[in-house]
């Protein structure tokens, strides 16, 4: 621990004299058009975007838009009637064959199209980037204007792991050419989902 | 890599040999900063975000010392193993020590310019470790034995046509192939296999919150969490600098972050990793390597501000023409020119020279560092301790002394104008540097002086008319 007393006691002697923070809570964006911005933002950087009326309608637009004879696993208990459940206990390589997973974020930013995601909303932490293609499935009310807002709203956070997510995989190292697909899922699609968290389900 | 013993001058003249090549690098380069320009614009509030972020920085490295010590307590309460490296033999020798301990011999790497700087692939290789380079500029750059060109786009330098040849070399593609699309695809295929069969895996930090103990990892590939998330050992890297206070400071920095970099409104994966998985060990390594010595360099210390966006190397008109490999510096262009005399003055004495301190580089800076002004201060601290080139400090001296008097400066100027005009091959030579991609001009007939003496005697007549 020799590093760790000897590296202290340098920054302690160089570092210069104390700086106040700034207030950073002067950057506040109530705008009331977050639904459409997200829209906006999202296929601007290679997202697809569903509105969709209910749960059904996402479930039908499952099918019609990605390949149903492959593997797709969901978290989502509404969905679990059609797709496999993740297991939160599977071996994490066992997923390395998912062609889709449907999840649900907990915020999403209008500003930048990412959606907030702590490991409670992934299933496990391997889903949302070992899957083929993503789904994300977003309450119209939980969408924010600026990152601000949302880390206002996470706070603490109770999660061991977290991640915003703002598209599919991408990659632009071969002479600056735009490939979407790197390493992470080829395509993003959010579900926004109209209904107000107050109604109950119905089929 | 560290053979190299020519300097940014000599290394950027083999660059400028293919004059086509230079002017795509250039033009590349800028389109990426045209990019930052219109997602800079599209924020109101982008000016007092950059002073928010300069503030927070400098607040940073003031409390840098007790910053530390509550992100080590929080981070080992979260079940983090957290571990501190004086250096770069130190840190290699850390990894390796946890590589060893579960008997792993294969890494995999996310893009981490830390172990760059640290040299850690040559170390684990020299003992019998694999490492692999996940994020796929520095995966191309691995296999072509050669380190990164750009901070964030490493392989920037290279076009289509001689990936494609490595591609075809080593991973057996048809010869000729060169579609980005089709190479990346190759790529991630490949890739797979190796994230998938991993043990272990090493991540850089963009951000380590002092206030819960977590840290946050920024790519747009998804290499980093495909590495992490199937791993049974997590260790991530990082510079002491790398600290903010509290979690909301993210807000400021995530939004900065990659529109300066590549214009995108966020990177497309930002992970925040707070604990381990269940099962999973989860190790950080807090890395001292020379920045507790900048942070005592009054002039240099705002250095470590640096948020690695790479917005001053796109800027650069030095570094578009010259390519990052030039500055034979894991961290090129104008922040690695202030960052590199730090670790070795004499070996990099001749960066903070690299630059025509035009100012573009402070002024898309994110954090708003000065760094013309600290380029310009460096290269008085070079002459000064002796590191300057000779024919740099001969230059200097010689200009010192005709400046010095007005009869000198006349006499030279008089010399200089006869050399030009009656034997102009004295010059027109590669003895002299200045007549490198340059024509000399024609001598003029007289000096200014002369010009004047004989101007303002006619202005007088005409007043009297």
């Known amino acids: 621990m020799n590093s760790r007393e000897n590296i202290l006691a340098d920054v302690l002697k160089n570092q210069p004299p104390a700086?106040?923070?700034?207030?950073?809570?002067?950057?506040?964006?109530?705008?009331?058009?977050?639904?459409s911005t997200y829209c906006d933002v999202f296929t601007s950087i290679g997202g697809q975007?569903?509105?969709?009326?209910?749960?059904?309608?996402?479930?039908?637009?499952?099918?019609?838009n990605f390949d149903a004879t492959k593997r797709i696993i969901t978290t989502l208990q509404e969905l679990s009637e059609s797709?496999?459940?993740?297991?939160?206990?599977?071996?994490?390589?066992?997923?390395?064959?998912?062609?889709?997973?449907?999840?649900?974020?907990?915020?999403?930013?209008?500003?930048?199209?990412?959606?907030?995601?702590?490991?409670?909303?992934?299933?496990?932490?391997?889903?949302?980037?070992?899957?083929q293609h993503l789904a994300v499935v977003i309450p119209a009310h939980v969408i924010v204007a600026t990152l601000h807002e949302a880390y206002a709203q996470i706070g603490e956070g109770n999660y061991g792991f977290g991640a915003f997510i703002g598209g599919p995989s991408k990659t632009a190292d071969i002479e600056q050419a735009l490939v979407?697909?790197?390493?992470?899922?080829?395509?993003m699609t959010v579900f926004i989902l109209e209904q107000s968290p107050d109604v109950p389900f119905a089929a | 890599m560290e053979k190299i013993t020519k300097d940014h001058a000599a290394l950027a003249e083999a660059f400028i040999q293919n004059e086509e090549h230079v002017d795509w690098h250039d033009g590349a380069l800028w389109w990426i900063r045209q990019k930052r320009d219109i997602a800079s614009k599209k924020i109101p509030e982008w000016e007092a975000l950059r002073e928010a972020a300069s503030q927070i920085k400098n607040n940073v490295l003031s409390n840098l010392h007790d910053y530390l010590l509550q992100f080590e307590?929080?981070?080992t309460r979260n079940g983090i193993k957290v571990h501190w490296a004086a250096d770069a033999e130190e840190h290699n020798a850390i990894v390796y020590s946890i590589l060893k301990e579960k008997d792993i011999r294969q890494l995999v790497k996310s893009k981490s310019m830390l172990t760059e700087e640290c040299h850690l692939n040559e170390y684990l290789i020299e003992r019998g470790v694999d490492v692999i380079n996940s994020d796929l500029g520095e995966y191309i750059q691995q296999l072509d034995n050669e380190p990164p060109s750009h901070i964030v786009l490493p392989c920037i330098h290279k076009r289509k046509e001689e990936i494609g040849a490595l591609f075809h070399e080593h991973l057996g593609t048809e010869k000729g192939v060169s579609d980005p699309t089709l190479l990346t695809r190759v790529a991630r295929k490949h890739l797979r296999n190796v994230f998938v069969t991993r043990r272990a895996a090493l991540t850089g930090v963009n951000f380590a919150v002092a206030e819960t103990g977590e840290y946050v990892v920024c790519t747009n590939e998804?290499?980093?969490?495909?590495?992490?998330?199937?791993?049974?050992?997590?260790?991530?890297?990082?510079?002491?600098?790398?600290?903010?206070p509290q979690k909301k400071h993210l807000a400021v920095f995530l939004r900065l972050l990659a529109r300066s970099a590549t214009g995108q409104p966020i990177t497309i994966y930002s992970s925040h990793f707070k604990r381990p998985r269940e099962g999973q060990?989860?190790?950080l390594i807090l890395v001292d390597y020379g920045r507790s010595r900048q942070l005592g360099r009054p002039a240099f210390r705002d250095s470590l501000k640096c948020i690695r966006c790479g917005a001053c190397m796109n800027t650069c008109p030095v570094y578009r023409k010259s390519g990052g490999l030039s500055y034979h510096n894991t961290i090129s262009g104008p922040i690695g020119a202030i960052l590199a005399p730090n670790l070795d003055m004499k070996k990099h004495a001749d960066l903070p020279f690299a630059s025509t301190l035009c100012g573009s580089c402070s002024n898309v800076c994110p954090v708003k560092i000065n760094i013309h002004d600290q380029l310009y201060e460096w290269r008085q601290v070079i002459v000064r301790e002796g590191y300057a080139a000779n024919t740099k400090v001969f230059g200097m001296k010689a200009m010192a002394w005709t400046l010095s008097s007005p009869t000198s400066y006349a006499r030279m100027g008089k010399a200089g104008r006869w050399v030009l005009n009656n034997i102009p091959f004295a010059v027109n030579n590669k003895l002299n540097p200045w007549f490198k991609q340059r024509e000399m001009p024609d001598g003029r007939k007289g000096s200014f002086d002369e010009w004047y003496a004989k101007n303002n005697d006619q202005t007088e007549e005409a007043d009297e008319h």
């Open chain 1, 49 to 64: 975007v569903f509105l969709a009326k209910n749960w059904c309608e996402v479930s039908a637009l499952i099918p019609r």
């Open chain 1, 180 to 187: 979407l697909g790197a390493h992470g899922a080829i395509t």
């Open chain 1, 83 to 131: 797709f496999e459940l993740i297991s939160t206990t599977a071996d994490p390589h066992t997923f390395n064959d998912v062609e889709l997973a449907v999840i649900e974020a907990e915020l999403a930013v209008a500003e930048n199209g990412a959606v907030w995601l702590p490991e409670q909303r992934m299933g496990q932490r391997i889903i949302p980037y070992i899957c």
């Open chain 2, 73 to 75: 307590a929080n981070a």
């Open chain 2, 281 to 283: 060990e989860m190790h």
């Open chain 1, 19 to 35: 700086r106040p923070l700034p207030d950073t809570d002067v950057f506040k964006d109530d705008s009331q058009h977050v639904v």
């Open chain 2, 222 to 244: 998804g290499n980093a969490d495909m590495g992490a998330h199937l791993s049974d050992v997590q260790i991530a890297s990082m510079g002491l600098e790398k600290i903010v």
